[in-house]
């Protein structure tokens, strides 16, 4: 059975922390991918990489940075958290094989509160 | 304009009717289709994906109109368990990253 985890379910944090969201799927996906859903807003995509060492921004990079060291592991990161960053928080991983790359799956997200 | 376009709903509709949700899709390059379904409080999981000749899935039929840049989902005799947020999903190009619409909301009452 597919799995992807996150190293959190809750988190809270105050305003200027250093935030680490860590990734882990057990898929051997190439791809993994890092979005925030909001009310009214829906899925946006953050960051997203195609293989180790490799990062590509998404929609809405700013404020964030990734870091992929291993290929089961994709970790986001708040350089200095803000309350405007409270959100939910979901990685996903892909195959790369093209009949495959649209199915991505879910870790169960991260609801991240910034006081 | 949003690059896919979905009603936000709520749809509340009774248990055994039928109801169709719709999607536009702003970019004519965009290459493949998909539905993910959302749970409340759960995470996006893949539905179906969306052929030009329609597809159909038990209850689920899913249409692709490339002219019109328009893609659909139909359910049949919905139950309970099917209350959920449909995502409309679009791939501008194979292996790239996915574009999420806003989903629709539907409830299904007893």
């Known amino acids: 059975d597919v799995k992807v985890t996150q190293s959190s379910r809750y988190l809270v944090k105050r305003t200027g922390e250093k935030v680490f969201l860590e990734c882990v799927q057990d898929m051997d996906h190439e791809n993994m991918f890092w979005y925030r859903q909001d009310p009214g807003l829906g899925l946006r995509l953050i960051y997203f990489s195609y293989d180790v060492k490799m990062k590509e921004k998404g929609d809405i990079p700013e404020g964030y940075s990734v870091s992929r060291e291993k290929k089961e592991r994709f970790s986001l990161i708040l350089e200095s958290a803000s309350t405007n960053q409270t959100s939910m928080y979901l990685c996903?991983?892909?195959?790369?094989?093209?009949?495959?790359?649209?199915?991505?799956?879910f870790g169960p997200g991260t609801r991240l509160t910034v006081t | 304009r949003k690059e896919v376009e979905q009603d936000p709903g709520p749809f509340n509709v009774p248990e055994g009717a039928t109801v169709a949700f719709n999607c536009t899709y702003s970019?004519?390059?965009?290459?493949?289709f998909f539905w993910y379904r959302q749970d409340c409080r759960k995470e996006p999981k893949l539905l179906m994906s969306v052929y030009s000749s329609g597809n159909e899935d038990g209850r689920f039929t899913a249409q692709l109109n490339r002219a019109s840049q328009y893609i659909s989902l139909l359910i049949r005799d919905s139950k309970l368990s099917d209350s959920a947020t449909y995502l409309c999903?679009?791939?501008?190009?194979?292996?790239?990253?996915?574009?999420f619409g806003k989903g629709t909301t539907l409830s299904v009452s007893s």
């Open positions: 970019n004519s390059a965009s290459q493949s």
């Open positions: 996903a991983s892909s195959s790369r094989r093209p009949r495959e790359a649209h199915e991505q799956y």
């Open positions: 999903v679009v791939n501008r190009q194979a292996g790239t990253a996915l574009i």
